[in-house]
């Protein structure tokens, strides 16, 4: 699928960009790929984190006051 790009400013720290352009050159890639890769990543950790935080939605949950009873009723405290 091939997609559509669009043009954007971003604006970097001095030295950030100096080692994005090194990076860069030593991976024979350009500064917009390094930087669309790197916006992809962090959306699909993004949408992972979501993944997990929904699949643990329907989770029993306890308040750190009901924890404290119960591990003294059980002995463990």
Do not use: C, F, P
């Given at each position: ?17 100096k ?47 009901q ?11």
């Open positions: 699928m091939e997609s559509q790009t669009t043009r954007a400013t971003i604006y970097l720290d001095k030295d950030m960009h080692a994005l352009r090194l990076k860069a050159a030593e991976t024979h890639r350009s500064i917009s790929e390094i930087v669309s890769d790197a916006v992809r990543e962090a959306l699909r950790e993004d949408e992972e984190d979501l993944a997990a935080i929904a699949a643990r939605a329907g989770e029993k949950t306890i308040s750190y006051e924890l404290l009873a119960e591990l003294k009723a059980n002995g463990r405290i």
